[in-house]
């Protein structure tokens, strides 16, 4: 391969990369902005369609990843989803034992 022929080809590879960097330097950025968001008690009535009592059992559940602090309870999204996805997979793990979470 000629210098010619190089020069081209990383002039044709830097031409396709970088638009691809771009686009995920911006989904980078608003997949994080969207994992930091911190979710209220309404939040969550809200994303599961629950009322006051239930959405107050679920914080108070020593497994749910209520953020610590004084004042209204919060839940950041991520730790949220991460708890989700615990709780599915062990109703997947144990829905065959558990006739009442064959449903799911």
């Given amino acids: 391969m000629t210098a010619e022929e190089m020069l081209l080809l990383k002039k044709l590879l830097h031409e396709t990369v970088e638009p691809l960097q771009k686009e995920v330097r911006e989904l980078r950025a ?50 949220l989803e991460a708890w989700e996805d615990r709780n599915v997979e062990w109703i997947r793990e144990n829905a065959l034992e558990h006739p009442k979470l064959s449903v799911i």
């Fill in 30 to 79: 608003k997949v994080s902005g969207q994992q930091d968001k911190v979710l209220t008690k309404q939040d969550l009535k809200d994303r599961y369609q629950i009322k006051d009592t239930k959405a107050a059992e679920l914080l108070n559940r020593k497994d749910f990843p209520r953020m610590p602090g004084i004042g209204p309870a919060k839940v950041m999204l991520r730790h």
